[in-house]
């Protein structure tokens, strides 16, 4: 057996597998281009062969760890992705997780010079609501965690003849939000025409990411029946999301 610089060569008088260095032993076969003497153990006849490169492997996430909520500092982090535009809002930390959330820039606003004549009802416990037309916004919330302010301004309720009574509430898609007995109320006991200016104003927590619209009802209560916003001057209703 002769030895060169860079390989162990067995002439044809060697034994198969005889060539060893301690308990390695050698293949008597020649390996193809790219492939590796692979060991299979002490005294084992080595076999030539391909080995994958195991950083080259796809991760295998069928068994993929599942983490509990992170904390750091006093801020605790969601298990879960948001989705695109969200940030993470702080809840004020200690146990309650940050939530994905947007800023809060959703206005809406509609305006009109319509004028409101609701039909007279006869006593103050029969409301006869009616919409006022062209006075109603809808909004899409961002979140279900945000609040809606809603504000609308009625310019004037007038009226000429004596003891009239008229009520004005704001209605969420097909609900009062006054229960029935109104956000604004409007009596004249006089026999001279009166004008007045009425505002409402109603926090709603509407707990839902679906298209909501807020609209301005009015009733008349009495004998006699006023009409809000009198000469068809501007009135408006705006939702601000917060």
């Known amino acids: 057996?002769?030895?060169?610089?860079?390989?162990?060569?067995?002439?044809?008088?060697?034994?198969?597998?005889?060539?060893?260095?301690?308990?390695?032993?050698?293949?008597?076969?020649?390996?193809?281009?790219?492939?590796?003497?692979?060991?299979?153990?002490?005294?084992?006849?080595?076999?030539?062969?391909?080995?994958?490169?195991?950083?080259?492997?796809?991760l295998?996430?069928?068994?993929?760890?599942?983490?509990?909520?992170?904390?750091?500092?006093?801020?605790?982090?969601?298990?879960?992705?948001?989705?695109?535009?969200?940030?993470?809002?702080?809840?004020?930390?200690?146990?309650?997780?940050?939530?994905?959330?947007?800023?809060?820039?959703?206005?809406?606003?509609?305006?009109?010079?319509?004028s409101c004549s609701p039909t007279t009802s006869n006593n103050v416990s029969t409301f006869n609501w009616a919409a006022f037309t062209g006075l109603s916004?809808?909004?899409?919330?961002?979140?279900?965690?945000?609040?809606?302010?809603?504000?609308?301004?009625?310019?004037?309720c007038y009226d000429n003849v004596a003891n009239v009574q008229a009520y004005a509430t704001i209605y969420r898609n097909s609900t009062d939000l006054s229960s029935g007995s109104g956000l604004a109320y409007f009596y004249f006991s006089g026999t001279t025409q009166f004008q007045a200016p009425i505002q409402l104003y109603f926090l709603d927590s509407p707990a839902t990411t679906s298209a909501i619209t807020y609209s301005i009802y009015c009733c008349n209560v009495g004998p006699t029946a006023a009409t809000f916003n009198y000469n068809n001057t501007f009135v408006s209703i705006t939702a601000f999301e917060i």
């Open 137 to 156: 916004v809808s909004i899409t919330p961002l979140t279900t965690t945000s609040n809606v302010l809603v504000s609308a301004n009625l310019s004037g």
């Open 1 to 58: 057996m002769s030895i060169s610089a860079t390989n162990i060569i067995t002439t044809a008088s060697t034994s198969a597998n005889t060539a060893t260095n301690n308990a390695f032993v050698f293949p008597t076969t020649a390996g193809t281009s790219g492939q590796y003497l692979i060991s299979q153990g002490p005294a084992q006849t080595p076999i030539w062969g391909s080995i994958s490169n195991p950083f080259n492997q796809s």
């Open 60 to 114: 295998n996430t069928t068994n993929a760890p599942t983490f509990a909520n992170v904390t750091i500092g006093s801020d605790v982090f969601p298990t879960t992705a948001g989705t695109a535009g969200q940030f993470l809002q702080s809840q004020g930390g200690g146990s309650t997780p940050a939530i994905w959330s947007v800023p809060k820039t959703n206005i809406v606003q509609a305006t009109t010079t319509n």
